[in-house]
């Protein structure tokens, strides 16, 4: 259980403040939305370049020494985050908000490839995540509400050192270290169908997601309420994901997409924050088939574990920097339900793309036989 605690801490602290640093923008520091984008897209910028050189660095070097560092740097950057909080300042605040975005990307690939390399289930280790994520969001909601918000930073740095200390009680073995190329052109033409669906499909996600918490206040939402929306969609994926070892990835791949566009067109039926909730289930059953069919897909068919799964990283990073700065203008331009129609649409296109490829290389009719043969 020590890697499902690593994965489950580590969630908590990194991504819980998500539910708060838009509000933190627009109310501490008066950041106009289209700012709040860019801080975004900074923030996965960061992700980007650390996930793809520390997935790679992991599979050269060795997982663990990548691990300990990715996790002790991001506890210390969360500390740091707490301390702009103290000293004021927006472009403080910023700069380590980006700081912590590098750090975060650092370690994940090395961690999944381990529980890889050890043939543990990679749905019920994402599981874990998306339950660490949904804590997260939770108790950063309570901070919000009834705290301070240094407070809750510092309570995400203790978690994630709590991570740190059980990694390093982890076993690791003689590490097989692999020869991978700085830039594994092979590796990523072989991948490309899973790469360009979670780009397209993620890109139009992020751009809902950059200004999501105002969208949920303009709707009634106060803080607490907003962690509670965030929480049912975490602790959904962590309901469907138990469940994810099993179907073939490129099924679950389609389906997370094809459910993808369907849940962000409920989300232009609100009318208050209540009613966001059912498209919050249907929205965890969406990304936790993806999420679990894109890992499982690009770790099933290469030795390069972690690299892969550093590049799957890098391409949710790269709809992180271009969907959070196309969001913000467009909710700017377009309000918060213009921007949700772009993003049904892109996951709709993804979908075709996806459905299209399978039908190309022959995978679409080998799902339907292996479907034909278990009725």
């Avoid at 708060?20 to 897209?41: R, T």
């Avoid at 050192?161 to 390093?168: E, G, N, Q, R, T």
């Avoid at 049912?232 to 994810?244: C, I, S, T, Y």
Wanted: proline share 4%; charged share 10%; with cysteine.
């Amino acid at each position: 259980m020590k890697l499902q605690a690593i994965q489950l801490l580590s969630n908590i602290g990194l991504f819980g403040p998500v539910v708060l640093v838009p509000i933190i923008l627009q109310d501490e520091f008066g950041a106009s939305k289209d700012l709040i984008g860019l801080v975004a897209g900074g923030f996965a910028a960061a992700g980007f370049a650390s996930s793809y050189l520390f997935g790679r660095a992991s599979d050269v070097y060795g997982r663990r020494v990548v691990l300990l560092a990715g996790l002790f740097l991001s506890g210390l950057a969360t500390v740091l985050q707490a301390v702009s909080l103290h000293l004021g300042g927006m472009e403080l605040f910023v700069m380590i908000r980006v700081l912590i975005g590098f750090c975060s990307g650092m370690f994940p690939a090395a961690l999944i490839a381990h529980v890889h390399d050890a043939r543990g289930k990679i749905g019920i280790f994402s599981a874990f995540g998306s339950a660490g994520w949904g804590i997260g969001n939770l108790v950063l909601g309570v901070f919000g509400d009834y705290f301070f918000y240094e407070e809750g930073y510092l309570f995400c740095a203790f978690v994630i050192f709590l991570s740190y200390a059980i990694a390093l009680t982890l076993p690791f073995g003689k590490e097989v270290k692999l020869d991978v190329p700085f830039f594994p052109r092979a590796l990523i033409r072989k991948n490309a169908p899973i790469y360009l669906a979670m780009l397209i499909r993620h890109t139009g996600a992020n751009m809902i997601w950059v200004t999501y918490p105002l969208f949920l206040a303009e709707l009634g939402a106060p803080p607490l309420w907003i962690g509670i929306i965030y929480s049912v969609n975490a602790f959904g994926q962590v309901l469907f994901m138990l469940f994810l070892d099993r179907p073939d990835p490129s099924l679950l791949v389609a389906i997370g997409l094809g459910s993808s566009a369907l849940t962000f067109f409920t989300f232009t039926l609100a009318g208050s924050y209540w009613q966001i909730i059912p498209s919050q289930v249907l929205l965890a059953f969406a990304w936790a088939s993806m999420y679990v069919g894109c890992l499982r897909y690009v770790m099933d068919r290469n030795k390069e574990k972690a690299t892969v799964s550093g590049i799957l990283s890098s391409t949710m990073s790269i709809s992180g920097i271009t969907g959070p700065i196309l969001g913000g203008i467009a909710a700017t331009a377009l309000g918060f339900k213009g921007t949700i129609w772009i993003a049904t649409v892109m996951s709709l296109v993804a979908f075709l793309i996806f459905l299209y490829d399978l039908k190309r290389s022959g995978e679409f009719y080998r799902l339907r036989v292996r479907s034909r043969g278990t009725t």
